[in-house]
């Protein structure tokens, strides 16, 4: 029978609670998920380099038989073709996402009708959860228990701190 390789694509900068419980779903739906980190200049500099988001998401899916962890740099339809993967898996929390997921989802049919794209929704607990928001909230200390595991956690604290001691601060007098 067919196996159905499937791409987790995203910055995961950080891997959220939210991110896991879709590999979590996708793992059992897919015979072989790949979390693939996309190096995307587009999006300015990440908080987290390639190798640390690499690290956080290897160790918060090591017990996942059938999930591995990767990154690609171009397109999304070519690094699929490179993997044999006949899937993409996006999550989707609210209708606010519908918009741009169809617009990705329809663009990479064109460039590539052999590759599906596969929503699946978080749980709801998940849904107003977002890297962006998490990244805020750890920039001003705000509580993170319940958003991401304590081991990203860790590094989003030891990120903030090394990113203060380097911050210039404007005096206000
Ligand atoms: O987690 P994100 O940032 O929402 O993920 C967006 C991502 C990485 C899936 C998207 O930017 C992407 O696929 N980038 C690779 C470049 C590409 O193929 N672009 C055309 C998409 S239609």
Do not use: W
Not at 45 to 51: G, I, K, R, T, Y
Not at 112 to 133: G, Q
């Amino acid at each position: 029978m067919k196996q159905i390789i499937a791409i987790y694509p995203g910055s995961f900068d950080p891997v959220t609670n939210g991110h896991l419980d879709l590999i979590h779903r996708g793992c059992k739906l897919f015979d072989r998920l790949v979390v693939a980190i996309a190096c995307n200049p587009d999006k300015g500099d990440p908080l987290f380099e390639l190798e640390e988001r690499l690290e956080m998401l290897k160790a918060m899916t090591a017990d996942l038989e059938n999930v591995t962890v990767d990154a690609f740099e171009g397109l999304l339809m070519s690094y699929c073709i490179e993997k044999n993967a006949n899937a993409v898996l996006r999550g989707i929390r609210a209708v606010s996402d519908y918009e741009f997921e169809l617009q990705m989802a329809l663009m990479n049919r064109k460039i590539e009708p052999r590759v599906e794209t596969v929503f699946m929704m978080p749980a709801e607990k998940y849904s107003y959860l977002s890297s962006r928001i998490v990244r805020e909230i750890a920039a001003f200390g705000g509580p993170l228990a319940g958003l991401v595991p304590e081991l990203v956690e860790q590094h989003l604290r030891r990120r903030v701190a090394a990113k203060r001691s380097t911050t210039f601060v404007i005096p206000t007098k």
